[in-house]
């Protein structure tokens, strides 16, 4: 085998576990186009990379706040920084459904966001990738708790 045969077998399973890791994950251009949209997404959303691929996600979905978003992202893309949103201070950012309707009891699915700067070759950010974590279980064992 090959060093080539090898740098390929692992990008292919750098893909594999992407798209089938269990949070999602979208990768943003700095005119918010999707680039990148993984099963999880696929799944929870109903939307298919193919089609997510290219569309604005402002457009895609109407119901995130764009200012919200666009003053988050802008240190991400400008600073380099990470940033980050918890289901505390804004209980989601893609409106989901609770996709375990016989065990939960939440109307949506809470969420933690990462935001991490992609550098480029060239050491440009012209990417961002957001990091979406499910965490109803925790949020709806703390707004039980007395």
């Known amino acids: 085998m090959t060093n ?17 890791i269990d949070v999602g994950l979208v990768v943003l ?15 929870h959303s109903g939307i298919s990379p ?5 569309q604005n996600v402002f457009q895609l979905f109407p119901d995130i ?3 919200w978003l666009q003053r988050k992202t802008e240190p991400v893309f ?3 920084t990470r940033a980050f949103s918890l289901w505390e201070q804004r209980p989601y950012l893609f409106h989901f ?10 109307p949506f699915m809470y969420q933690n966001i990462s935001m991490i700067p992609l550098e480029s070759v060239d050491r440009q950010v012209e990417h961002i990738c ?17």
């Not at 080539?4 to 798209?19: G, P, R, V, Y």
């Not at 193919?50 to 290219?54: I, L, P, S």
């Open 4 to 20: 080539e045969q090898i740098h390929l077998d692992d990008i292919h399973w750098l893909m594999e576990i992407l798209q089938n």
């Open 29 to 43: 251009d700095q005119q918010y186009n999707i680039q990148l949209w993984n099963a999880f997404m696929e799944s």
């Open 50 to 54: 193919q089609k997510a691929r290219g």
């Open 65 to 67: 706040p764009q200012d």
């Open 78 to 80: 400008q600073l380099r």
């Open 97 to 106: 459904k609770n996709y375990r309707p016989i065990t939960g009891r939440a």
């Open 130 to 146: 957001l990091i979406i974590y499910d965490v109803t279980d925790v949020a709806l064992s703390r707004n039980s708790q007395p």
